[in-house]
């Protein structure tokens, strides 16, 4: 662009952090590379008829880094959750306002009002006593606040903060990551701490205590300091007397207090919100202990069972029609192209390597004694350790097909790897089938279609489980929100479900003001009633004590659209846990049973109620919504895993994990 020539206008439509959308006519600057933040791009934006912004965007070349894309989506999070917590009140000039953002543009953005013009780095500022003092005291308040909303800054460095108008200014959160992820090495010594710039263990609050501690002490000090120790010459700054008290400037993150702790040494006050909703929590924990009342347990963990769940001796049941079925080599088939079945008698294939391979393609027909239509089983279902069948539960377009399919995904992808869990199909071709007509299609970016109702449930997808040295049949069942909610004969199976995952769609659940225009937009009412195939099938599967005793797991589907509710970013945001699993399991079950009961009616929590063993997850099928039938960036699926690595660990497959403190 030659000087003075005006830029060409162009409209640009974002969220504000509000939700609301907006519509600018915006004229660009020219880009502007930025050294610490990856492909990303920074420049000027005149929206209207003169409001200067700053946008940073992911440019479509750099579409497929996935990197980039989680770390802009952790920046808006971050910022908006800081913005709608603190963006009025009394720390309103702390962050630097976040204008806006559209994560699913073709080239994603967020946007910012730029830092205050003239304003000096903090560490250049030379500040008198006082006001040193007030700087102190607002970058560990500021450092408090990204804690209550569960994010780790990660940038406080000298071009990140300014002093502006008696006050200091933060810039923006390029690299807040929640609380607890695990460390990438990230930033700059001596700014970072040690364990940040090592990448070693998971970040803490107190990651962001260090960086403030050092920008203070190199403000006074008018140089860096060390890299890894403690400044040698702390003792010749009294003005950090409180900051050495709380052992701010010790290398180690668990060696300083906590930033709560840090302020009432100071005699400030706890800057924040009260916590998210305290009955509610106590009120999960509380009905857990009910359950194992009832259930004959203590308080501590469960006795163990004789056996861990699947290890016990067991008969074969047909997933379809409940009935006894043995393995059978003369009852054996082998499909057509056209879907036909012709039988099939192994002994007539002399190669054995040949043999095992049809014996896994091979069907065997099932005795069928209850006059069901005639139904045919995989051999590996027979053939394998005790069969278990994971059914999802949930009212039309609630995401059941989208979960399901994101979920196969992941294992597809080795997820279930670092748990001790190999996979491979339960029959080749229903596999292949499925990943070329849902898996690829979502991968590619296009919206599922809706699940056809049924005479007859059949399996969505197959797979053997192999851990702890055994392999066992898992089958997923994926059928229409309307099947599940009546109450015909092809939904007898659903007594005999190993384990259900309860998908709760929060434009049907939530009250929040937010989701009003999603409502709107797909036709989807709240209900206070809670789901009606939930309770369809709550009535249809046996109970002991009232309980109903199949393992089961509550989601909450589409949770990207409440991304910004800081109980959610935390979770949404983080990989699912690998180690201390069924403790991780309770701290999400916890925050979620809040989230639902603060924000829904109870009816939602029926599964749970019910059940004796249920976890509650956060996650989201495909990490954005549609836009006119497709994803156009392609679909980033979100903790779809945790829910059915509880529901495995439930059934004793997940190693040095005791089943029977999994959802209890
Ligand atoms: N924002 C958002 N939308 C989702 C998510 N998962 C699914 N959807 C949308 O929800 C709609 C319904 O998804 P489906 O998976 O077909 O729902 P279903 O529960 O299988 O519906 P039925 O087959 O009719 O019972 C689709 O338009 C998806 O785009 C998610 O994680 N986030
Ligand atoms: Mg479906």
Redesign the pocket.
């Known amino acids: 662009m030659s000087q003075g020539t005006r830029p060409e206008a162009h409209e640009l439509t974002y969220e504000t952090p509000g939700g609301e959308p907006v519509r600018f006519q915006a004229r660009f600057g020219p880009d502007r590379p930025l050294p610490d933040r990856g492909p990303t791009l920074g420049r000027m934006v005149r929206l209207g008829r003169g409001w200067v912004v700053r946008q940073y965007r992911l440019p479509a070349r750099s579409r497929g880094d996935r990197r980039a894309r989680e770390a802009l989506e952790r920046e808006v999070n971050a910022a908006v959750a800081v913005e709608r917590a603190h963006g009025r009140g009394p720390h309103a000039g702390l962050f630097l306002r976040v204008v806006g953002h559209d994560l699913d543009a073709e080239e994603p953005f967020v946007l910012y009002e730029p830092p205050p013009r003239g304003a000096p780095r903090l560490t250049e500022a030379r500040l008198s006593g006082r006001r040193f003092d007030e700087a102190a005291r607002q970058l560990v308040r500021a450092v408090r606040l990204w804690e209550q909303a569960g994010q780790v800054c990660r940038t406080l460095a000298p071009d990140t903060v300014w002093w502006h108008d008696d006050g200091i200014v933060i810039g923006e959160p390029y690299g807040a990551v929640p609380v607890g992820h695990p460390r990438e090495p990230f930033g700059q010594a001596p700014w970072a701490s040690p364990e940040q710039l090592a990448g070693t263990g998971h970040c803490d609050p107190r990651d962001d205590l260090w960086s403030a501690a050092r920008l203070l002490y190199a403000a006074l000090a008018g140089q860096p300091g060390p890299h890894a120790e403690p400044p040698p010459d702390l003792g010749a700054y009294p003005q950090l007397s409180a900051l050495r008290d709380g052992r701010a400037f010790a290398p180690r993150a668990a060696d300083r207090r906590p930033v709560a702790e840090l302020l009432e040494l100071w005699n400030e006050p706890d800057p924040g919100p009260a916590p998210p909703p305290g009955p509610a929590r106590g009120e999960y924990a509380r009905r857990v202990g009910e359950k194992r009342e009832r259930l004959g347990l203590g308080p501590g963990p469960a006795p163990r069972g004789e056996e861990a769940p699947g290890d016990e001796p067991f008969e074969v049941v047909c997933p379809y029609c409940l009935g006894p079925v043995a393995y059978d080599p003369g009852a054996l088939f082998l499909p057509e192209e056209q879907g036909e079945y012709v039988a099939f008698d192994p002994a007539s294939e002399p190669v054995e390597l040949r043999r095992a391979d049809m014996l896994r393609r091979a069907f065997q027909l099932c005795p069928n004694l209850s006059g069901l239509d005639e139904h045919h089983l995989p051999v590996p279902y027979l053939t394998n350790g005790r069969p278990l069948t994971v059914v999802t539960v949930?009212g039309?377009?609630?995401?059941?097909?989208?979960?399901l399919t994101s979920m196969i995904g992941e294992i597809e992808e080795n997820g279930l790897e670092p748990y001790g869990i190999t996979a491979e199909p339960l029959n080749p071709e229903w596999h292949q089938r499925f990943v070329r007509e849902r898996l690829q299609p979502l991968r590619d970016g296009r919206?599922?279609p809706?699940?056809a109702s049924t005479r007859f449930a059949r399996f969505a997808d197959g797979l053997l489980l192999t851990s702890r040295g055994r392999t066992r049949p898992v089958m997923f069942f994926?059928l229409?929100?309307e099947d599940l909610e009546s109450h015909d004969e092809a939904m007898r199976f659903l007594a005999g479900a190993g384990a259900f995952l309860f998908?709760v769609d929060p434009l049907r659940a939530l009250r929040l003001p937010e989701l009003e225009r999603h409502r709107e937009r797909v036709g989807i009412r709240e209900r206070d009633l809670g789901d009606e195939a939930f309770a369809a099938v709550l009535s249809r599967v046996p109970r002991t004590a009232g309980l109903m005793m199949t393992p089961s797991a509550v989601v909450l589907?589409?949770s990207?659209?409440v991304r910004f509710e800081p109980a959610v970013a935390s979770w949404l945001m983080s990989p699912p846990p690998t180690d201390r699993l069924p403790e991780a399991l309770r701290g999400e079950s916890e925050d979620v049973y809040a989230f639902l009961r603060h924000h829904g009616s109870r009816a939602w929590l029926r599964p749970f109620t019910d059940s004796a063993r249920c976890t509650l997850h956060f996650v989201?099928?495909?990490?954005?919504?549609?836009r006119g039938g497709t994803f156009p960036h392609g679909v980033t699926p979100r903790r779809t895993l945790a829910p059915l690595l509880s529901l495995l660990a439930m059934a004793g497959m997940v190693e040095e994990t005791d089943p029977w403190e999994v959802g209890l």
């Not at 039309?396 to 979960?403: A, D, P, V």
């Not at 989201?620 to 549609?626: F, K, L, N, P, Q």
Request: charged residues 25%; without cysteine.
């Open positions: 949930g039309s377009l609630t995401g059941k097909t989208h979960l919206v599922l809706r699940t994926d229409a929100g998908v589907n589409k990207d659209l989201s099928a495909t990490g954005r919504g549609e």
